[in-house]
Nanobody, 124 residues
Framework: VQLQAFGGGLVQAGGSLRLSCAAS????????MGWFRQAPGKERDLLAA????????YHADSVKGRFTISRDNAKNTLYLQMNSLKPEDTAVYYC??????????????????WGQGTLVTVSS
């Protein structure tokens, strides 16, 4: 499966953005999906993950209550709605996919397919 993330940009603190990840090549609904981010000098962290059919999700404590992961299998698209953005949310955001796990994939090494990343910059 090929993934392409988009929707990043510059936003003021307190603002919102919605990231999208378009998938192509294989049956999208057969993949667990996740959103990661990587800030300069830091490791890539899992923010949120979603099961094949979208019925189960996981959100990291750092984004819980502010970010929401969702998917539309009919459109082969994964989303990350980001509200109440903070300067510390500034990072490159990546979408990823795995067909190795049926539940919610919360382990980074499960993911075999990655998008190219989209930059989110939050100004104070």
């Amino acid at each position: 499966v090929q993934l392409q993330a988009f929707g990043g940009g510059l936003v003021q603190a307190g603002g919102s953005l919605r990231l999208s990840c378009a998938a192509s090549g294989r049956t999208f609904s057969a993949y667990g999906m996740g959103w990661f981010r990587q800030a300069p000098g830091k490791e890539r962290d899992l923010l949120a993950a979603i099961s094949w059919y979208g019925d189960k999700t996981y959100h990291a404590d750092s984004v819980k209550g502010r970010f929401t992961i969702s998917r539309d299998n009919a459109k082969n698209t994964l989303y990350l709605q980001m509200n109440s953005l903070k300067p510390e949310d500034t990072a490159v955001y990546y979408c990823a996919a795995t067909n190795r796990y049926i539940g919610v994939p919360v382990t980074t090494n499960l993911y075999a397919y990655w998008g190219q990343g989209t930059l989110v910059t939050v100004s104070s």
